[in-house]
């Protein structure tokens, strides 16, 4: 399985961005898909999820409300839809893949895929 993150830039804080991560090879047993972010000089964060099963989502609580992360399973694509950005949002953002169920999917260490990141960049 390859991850493709894209969509990052710089944009102005209050700005949307839309990030995409495209899947190819075997997704057949895919059980949710997330985005994680990572500022320069801190761990790798969790910001939102949604289950490949049946499209339930969750969010940090600093996503909640101004992020959206969705599915398009014909594309084999995951979205983020990130509005009024702030410029703590600035980090490298990864899609991540897990294939079996877990509860723990705010834990990084439990994904087998991982994109290469795509960066945001927002100024104030």
């Known amino acids: 399985v390859q991850l493709q993150a894209s969509g990052g830039g710089v944009v102005q804080a209050g700005d949307s961005l839309r990030l995409s991560c495209v899947a190819s090879?075997?997704?057949?047993?895919?059980?949710?898909r997330a985005w994680f972010r990572q500022a320069p000089g801190k761990e790798r964060e969790f910001v939102a999820a949604i289950s490949m099963i049946d499209g339930s989502a969750d969010y940090a609580l600093s996503a909640e409300g101004r992020f959206t992360i969705s599915r398009d399973s014909a594309k084999n694509t995951v979205y983020l839809q990130m509005n009024s950005l702030k410029p703590e949002d600035t980090a490298v953002y990864y899609c991540g893949q897990r294939g079996r169920y877990t509860n723990r999917y705010r834990d990084r260490d439990v994904y087998d895929y991982w994109g290469q990141g795509t960066q945001v960049t927002v100024s104030s």
């Open positions: 090879g075997d997704t057949s047993n895919t059980y949710i």
